[in-house]
């Protein structure tokens, strides 16, 4: 079975703060891919990142990185110097065909 | 814009009336989905088609709902004698796939919002 955990329901940090949202896969099958998505109040999701399983390096962009690591099924996400225009929902997703998504981490990021 | 769009983005309803919605995936995409979302929770597949055939359908997808997708091109997803149950956002996502398991991206549309009463 697929399965994606995000612990963390709600983060509250201030602004510059750096904050990691935590993502916690379950998967049977060999080649997979994995996303985050963003939800800002409007709810649109909104693309981040995808990475196939035999992709491990960790990737930047901007102020988001993303570190992928197979022996913990663990792909987290992290905002540095965080800003309030980050504030949203985020969503960890796992997929073949169609895709699973975790429940969410909402973050508030406070001026 | 050349997004994903979805009409009507918002709908409400009285119990046991059927609504349908449509999804505009991007042109070039070949396939859509069809997902429900929840207050709180991460979206939920319901299915899937690749042109114009279905090919995956989720156990949430009773037999009250229905989607179709009969030129390749938009779909609708009806919801027959609705619930209260049935109050969610639907959410549509189109991809550009080539074979089975590629994990392509998804691109979503805004959704529709059904409030049933």
């Known amino acids: 079975a697929q399965k994606v955990t995000q612990a963390q329901t709600e983060i509250s940090v201030v602004e510059k703060e750096d904050v990691t949202l935590d993502c916690v896969y379950e998967?049977?099958?060999?080649?997979?891919?994995l996303f985050w998505y963003k939800q800002p109040p409007s709810g649109e999701l909104v693309f981040l990142i995808r990475?196939?399983?035999?992709?491990?390096q960790n990737e930047i962009s901007g102020r988001y990185s993303w570190n992928f690591q197979k022996s913990t099924s663990s792909f987290n996400f992290t905002i540095t110097a965080s800003q309030v225009v980050d504030s949203a929902v985020y969503f960890c997703?796992?997929?073949?065909?169609?895709?699973?998504f975790g429940a969410g981490t909402r973050l508030t990021v406070k001026p | 814009d050349t997004g994903v769009s979805q009409n009507p983005r918002h709908k409400i309803t009285k119990r046991g009336q059927n609504v349908t919605f449509r999804c505009d995936p991007i042109?070039?995409?070949?396939?859509l989905y069809w997902y429900r979302q929840t207050l709180g929770q991460g979206p939920e597949f319901l299915t899937y088609?690749?042109?114009?055939?279905?090919?995956?359908k989720s156990r949430l997808l009773s037999d009250r709902f229905s989607a179709e997708r009969p030129k390749g091109s938009f779909s609708t997803l009806e919801i027959q004698r609705t619930e209260q149950g049935d109050s969610a956002m639907y959410l549509c996502?189109?991809?550009?796939?080539?074979?089975?398991?590629?994990?392509?991206?998804?691109?979503f549309g805004p959704g529709t919002r059904l409030l049933v009463l």
């Open positions: 996502a189109s991809s550009l796939g080539m074979r089975q398991g590629a994990g392509e991206t998804q691109y």
């Open positions: 042109s070039e995409h070949n396939r």
């Open positions: 088609f690749q042109n114009e055939a279905q090919l995956e």
């Open positions: 998967t049977r099958d060999t080649t997979y891919y």
């Open positions: 990475r196939n399983s035999f992709d491990e």
């Open positions: 997703a796992l997929s073949f065909n169609d895709m699973r």
